[in-house]
């Protein structure tokens, strides 16, 4: 009875059969294995990252034990069958391997792009994370399908040269029609990087002008001005334009008064009246004590330089303009007076005219 048992399993038709019929449970035990023992390890880490790309490797990694399996029962058969069929046999084997490849690709794709997104993403508040993941995750897919394509081909002998070409020079076309489009994009993609501002931060460009950060889309970026006319702006000149961004790394923002006062002016007590109005304007910081600076001796006047800090830079103007009142209202109760410059405008008259002029009847000064 052994004998005749050890006959029927040296058959390799029943060693395929049982291959085929274990490459389940197989499958199974390895998934149990890595679950178990790998997914313990990767709850004690910190980050999700792990535990998503385990539960993204779940199915996938169960298939391809499947395939190897049997594989290993087709090889088995060797000589069996027919080369033909074992030739069918093995490129589908092949064919389904990459397809399950491209989706567990697919799948480690989708999972970092969704870390990405919760753990950082959802941190800003600017909406060109949104915008630009699944443009991303898109792009990447295509990118993953045509490598799955072009390996199948390779695989079975076709000739890919001429379409990685013509893919190449389609890809050079597209990019020099949309050269400015894509540049824009990256730029999209730098500033959500490196964040340089957010949504709702107080921008000042190198040529003046200042706005509040409305939108920050994957081409360009919205900033409202003081006029509350919206300025739409390509990324790509943001991204190499010089910025005063007044809401980072802080909103203090420092006030500065520069005021003359006339020669002969007692300087203690213009800089007394200074610190006292920077106290009475309630935006300005009171912890962060305003200072007064006697700063030049000016042509016609002696300038002072007042400093303070606003906690919110929004404030900033209300204060500037408190301030001015303030002070102009304190010097002209205390006679401090601010001077203006004075000119004294020689004109000179050829003789010929001052001759016409004495022979009229305007009056000459002696």
């Known amino acids: 009875m052994s004998a005749d ?18 490459a389940w449970p197989a499958a199974r035990l390895f998934d149990f294995v890595l679950i178990r023992w790998v997914a313990r390890l990767a709850r004690k880490t910190k980050s999700e990252l792990d535990d998503a790309i385990l539960a993204v490797m ?5 298939l391809i034990v499947v395939l190897l399996v049997v594989r290993a029962a087709v090889l088995r058969l060797g000589d069996r069958i027919h080369p033909v069929a074992v030739q069918y046999l093995e ?3 092949y064919v389904i391997g990459v ?3 491209v989706m567990l690709a697919h799948g480690l794709l989708r999972a970092v792009l969704d870390w990405y997104a919760a753990e950082l993403a959802r941190r800003t508040q600017s909406k060109v994370d949104d915008k630009f993941l699944p443009l991303l995750y898109k792009i990447g897919r295509i990118f993953v399908a045509l490598t799955g394509a072009m390996v199948v081909l390779q695989h079975f002998h076709f000739n890919i040269a001429s ?11 597209v990019g020099l029609a949309a050269q400015d489009t894509i540049a824009n994009i990256i730029a999209g993609f730098l500033i959500m990087l490196d964040k ?3 949504i709702g931060d107080r921008i000042e460009f190198s040529d003046g002008t200042v706005g509040d950060v409305v939108d920050i889309g994957l081409r ?5 001005n003081f006029d509350h006319n919206v300025i739409i702006v390509p990324n790509k000149d943001l991204v190499n334009e010089r910025l005063v961004n007044y809401g980072y790394p802080d909103f203090v923002q420092t006030v500065r008064l520069r005021v003359g006062v006339a020669y002969g002016s007692d300087v203690a007590k213009v800089k007394r009246l200074l610190l006292e109005c920077a106290r009475q304007v309630e935006s300005i910081d009171k912890e962060d004590e305003p200072v007064v600076r006697f700063i030049e001796f000016g042509d ?3 300038n002072f330089l007042l400093l303070g800090k606003v906690r919110n830079y929004r404030d900033r103007f209300a204060a500037v303009d408190a301030l001015h009142t303030l002070v102009d209202k304190r010097f002209a109760e205390e006679g401090i007076e601010i001077p203006f410059p004075h000119r004294t405008v020689l004109h000179r008259v050829e003789d010929a005219e001052l001759e016409k002029l004495r022979k009229s009847d305007v009056k000459l000064p002696s």
């Open 220 to 224: 360009s970026t919205k900033i409202k």
């Open 99 to 101: 397809v399950v490849g």
């Open 300 to 302: 016609s006047s002696l």
């Open 58 to 62: 779940h199915r996938p990694v169960m």
């Open 5 to 22: 048992f050890a006959e029927l399993w040296r058959s390799p038709y029943l060693q395929a059969l049982v291959l085929v019929l274990f």
């Open 163 to 173: 379409l990685v070409v013509s893919l190449g020079v389609g890809s050079l076309a």
């Open 196 to 198: 340089p501002f957010r």
């Open 91 to 93: 490129g589908g084997i």
